[in-house]
Each structure stands twice: as structure tokens, then as C-alpha cells.
């Protein structure tokens, strides 16, 4: 096992494998940002290090900065947690360079799945489901050709993208072309990689995710699946769960079948994440994540595994300690978003101090968070302040404890999510664990015209 590890994160993430390593008895190095200095994962690690000011690129992006810090301080290896340099092929590259162990898969295998149309055609290849489309389109013509083929609806996707960037659905052919020039045109702006690729639009998909780890012994396990369907408009999710609820035994199947071989074919090693589309009894892959993901508690939480410990272990070399057989899901849990934001104003991202800080608890919940009474929250950053977990032995029992446990909890100084959660849980389609992608923004489109009609 490593004697030093450096948590190159901030935030909830960052207290969370500080966390991790402390249980291992491995020393954890903290950097921070000036905007950071008070932070709660400043004080939880063995030894801090500034690393720049308050905007991103010169501090948690730096990574001459950061790797000098974990050489200099006599660390073994870097954790990256989620966001900023996670996937980053080239940093995972770089720490491998100077000796550090990037605690992640290979920087090849990282390269590969951040296009998604690699990443979709390796699959492919793999005999995994993908979604019926095109390889990379050449131009505005080829698109044409392609669409005529798959069918409309279809959805351009950017090769570069995730997270709904340089995306379009194209209902008509008269359409087409000024959709293929508006999404290539945002793609190169939000990636400098402009090109497209096309899909079948599915109609009311649900996001469902697996989750899986794999050892430096080829050894690869699934840890079934959650459901992350309740998204903002913004594509970024709020609520998630596990197990998905409403989901075949036949497809549940072969969503753990299809990540597994999926990662035995690229030889996957550390935790990783296949997303998958669900729609109308056919799942269909999507991408992958190489990356512990911010939703990793529910998985957690069922299956009774550590899995920044299980990151930490494998990078070190260690054999997974367990079969797939050994793995049994134990009842249901579900993941709060608490995010410093305005659900009134879109969701705009709010900083400033915490006047006061509680939450909620009680059996069955936990709260991941770097915020206290007192807490700064800086505007450079993401806005998770937290994330309540609430497991119970079956899916009802866990959305009462949410329920209570979101009651419970008190934020104020800045405004947060904490009501729209509530009021999600209380729905009829939540409630029967009937709901897709496009739940949530119906909602807040509900919820926006109610508030116009009484003023
Ligand atoms: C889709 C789709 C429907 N059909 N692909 C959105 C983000 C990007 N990573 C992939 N996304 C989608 N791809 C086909 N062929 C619908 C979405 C989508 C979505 C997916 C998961 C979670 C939330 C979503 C919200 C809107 C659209």
C-alpha cells in the first residue's frame, strides 16, 4: 500500500478520499486554491499545499503545479476524485512520468473513451448495444445521407461532447442543416473539436448507469446499476438511485453482462462507470466515465463496498478481494443533490457564506459534504455544498428517510435545492418509480407556469 497520497480535488470528493486514505493508513497531501484556505479538506488532511488562486485553470487545472506538489511532499500516487483533471489522458500521462501512480484506469483507455465515438465503436465492436447511428460525419451532406438511413428523429451528437454540449434533435430534413451547423459550431467553441456524429433520437429514455471496478489482474466486477434520470434542463443530475426502479431482470441482466465484457475488452482497471439508455425495454450504451463518479454512495450503499478504498487498493496493485458471486445487493438508496443554487433563477449558482449549516440524520443516512456553519462557498467552483444518502430496506423506507432527513436539514445563507428534492420525492411518478429524462424539466415547466398563472 502507498505511505502518501495527494487528493488533487477540493470539496465534498476531496474530504471523501482524504476519508478513504485515513482508513487505509495511508497519509493524505491536500491542495487547495487561496479561495479554498479555510476549507473543511484543508484541515481534514495530514498536509496542505496552495497551489494558486481562485479560478480553476491556475490552481486545481495547474498540473506542473500539482505534480511538483506531490513529488515535492513524497507522494506515491494522486487521486483526482471527479471534474477537473479526472479524465484528463495527458495528466494521468504526466504523473506516470514522474513515478506517481494516477489512481484511474490507463491514460490510453482514458483517451479512447473521451471520444464518444470511439468509445461507441470500441463497444460496438465489444458486441455491445449501441444506440443505431453513424461513425463521425464529414459534413452537412454526409448528415443528410446518414439521416436518411437511421430514420427521423435523430439527435446529432458532438465527438468531443457529453453533457448535452454540441447536441440537436432533428425531427424534419428541412431541418438538418442548420441544426449540423449550430452544433458543430458550439462543439468547436466549447471543445475545439467540431465534429459530429448521428444517432436515433430515443423517446423518453431513462438514464440508467453501472458501476464497476477492475484490478491489475484483468479481474472485472459489476456493482449493478443506478439510475440517474432526474436531471436538470442543464443535463446535470439531482437525484439518483439504487437499484434502478422499474427495470426487467432480462434487461437488468444484460446492462451488468454488457459492462463487464465491455471492460474486459479494453482492459479496464480502477472504478469505472458504463452509462446506458433505456428505452422501450432495450438498453443501448451510451458512454463511459473513467472516473469515481459523484454519485458513487448509492452504489455503496447497497452493496456494503468502499470504493475510493477499492480505487486506492487496485492502484496499488492489490487483487480484488472478492467475486462477483460474493456481491449481493441489499436494499435500495437514493442521493440528494444539495447544491448552493436558485431554483427560482434556473438554477444560477450562488456563492457566499453559511450563516448556518445542519443536516439532517437518523438509521440509514449519510451526508458527504465540505460545508459547516461558518463554511465560505467560493464562485469559482461546482455548487455541491453536500449529498444526503438514505438507504432503507426497501425503496419506500429509503424515500421516507430522505424525506425526513431533507426536512430535518438547515442551509442558510445561500439558496440550495433542498426544497425541489423534497418536492420531487413527493411526486406520483418518483413515488411509483415511474420516471424518464424528461421528468424533471416537465415538472419545472409545471411548476413555472403555476407561479405565472398566480402571479
Ligand atoms: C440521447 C438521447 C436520446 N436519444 N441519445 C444527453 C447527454 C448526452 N451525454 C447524451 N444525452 C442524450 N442522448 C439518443 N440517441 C437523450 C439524451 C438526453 C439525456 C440523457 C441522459 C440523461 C439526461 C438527458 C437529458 C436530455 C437528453
Request: glycine share 8%.
Amino acid at each position: 500500500m502507498f505511505t502518501k497520497v495527494l487528493v488533487a480535488n477540493r470539496g465534498e470528493i476531496a474530504v471523501r478520499v482524504t476519508r478513504a486514505c485515513r482508513e487505509l493508513g495511508v497519509r493524505s497531501v491536500a491542495i487547495y486554491s487561496q479561495a479554498d484556505k479555510d476549507s473543511l479538506h484543508v484541515r481534514d488532511a495530514d498536509e496542505a499545499y496552495c497551489v494558486g488562486p481562485g479560478p480553476v485553470p491556475r490552481s486545481y487545472l495547474d498540473i506542473a503545479n500539482i505534480v511538483s506538489t506531490a513529488l515535492a511532499s513524497g507522494c506515491e500516487a494522486v487521486h483526482p476524485g471527479y471534474g477537473f483533471l479526472a479524465e484528463n489522458a495527458r495528466f494521468a500521462e504526466i504523473c506516470s512520468d514522474h513515478g506517481l501512480v494516477f489512481i484511474g484506469p490507463k491514460p490510453a483507455v482514458i483517451a479512447a473513451m473521451g471520444d464518444k465515438a470511439i468509445a461507441k465503436r470500441i463497444m460496438k465492436e465489444a458486441g455491445v448495444a449501441t444506440i443505431p447511428g453513424s461513425d463521425i460525419l464529414e459534413s452537412a451532406r454526409a448528415a443528410r445521407d446518414a439521416a436518411k438511413k437511421i430514420g427521423y428523429p435523430v439527435l446529432l451528437k458532438a465527438t468531443a461532447g457529453g453533457g448535452g454540449k454540441g447536441m440537436r434533435s432533428v425531427e424534419r430534413p428541412e431541418d438538418l442543416e442548420r441544426a449540423y451547423a449550430s452544433a458543430t459550431a458550439e462543439a468547436e467553441a466549447s471543445f475545439k473539436d467540431g465534429r459530429l456524429y448521428m444517432e436515433k433520437l430515443l423517446v423518453r429514455p431513462r438514464h440508467v448507469e453501472v458501476q464497476v471496478l477492475g484490478d491489475e489482474f484483468s479481474n472485472v466486477l459489476h456493482l449493478g446499476e443506478r439510475d440517474c434520470s432526474v436531471q436538470k434542463p442543464s443535463h446535470q443530475k439531482l437525484i439518483e438511485e439504487a437499484p434502478a426502479p422499474d427495470l426487467g431482470q432480462k434487461q437488468r441482466r444484460a446492462l451488468h453482462e454488457m459492462a463487464v465484457r465491455a471492460c474486459k475488452s479494453v482492459g479496464y482497471t480502477n472504478a469505472g462507470t458504463l452509462e446506458f439508455l433505456v428505452s422501450d425495454d432495450h438498453v443501448y450504451f451510451m458512454e463511459m466515465n473513467t472516473r469515481i463518479q459523484v454519485e458513487h454512495p448509492v452504489t455503496e450503499a447497497v452493496y456494503g463496498v468502499d470504493l475510493v478504498k477499492e480505487q486506492i487498493r487496485i492502484a496499488a496493485g492489490e487483487r480484488l478481494g472478492y467475486a462477483q458471486e460474493d456481491l449481493r445487493p441489499r436494499g435500495h438508496a437514493i442521493e440528494c443533490r444539495i447544491n448552493a443554487e436558485n431554483p427560482r433563477n434556473n438554477f444560477a449558482p450562488e456563492a457566499g457564506t453559511l450563516s448556518r449549516v445542519a443536516f439532517g440524520d437518523g438509521a440509514g443516512i449519510r451526508v458527504d459534504t465540505y460545508v459547516a456553519s461558518g463554511s465560505l462557498v467560493p464562485p469559482y467552483y461546482d455548487s455541491l455544498l453536500a449529498k444526503i444518502i438514505a438507504w432503507g430496506e426497501d425503496r419506500e423506507q429509503a424515500i421516507a428517510r430522505m424525506l425526513q432527513a431533507l426536512r430535518e436539514t438547515k442551509i442558510e445563507g445561500v439558496h440550495t435545492t433542498l426544497g425541489e428534492c423534497s418536492d420531487i420525492l413527493e411526486t406520483p411518478e418518483f413515488r411509483e418509480g415511474r420516471y424518464d429524462i424528461g421528468f424533471l424539466p416537465r415538472l419545472l415547466a409545471g411548476t413555472a407556469a403555476l407561479r405565472q398563472a398566480q402571479g
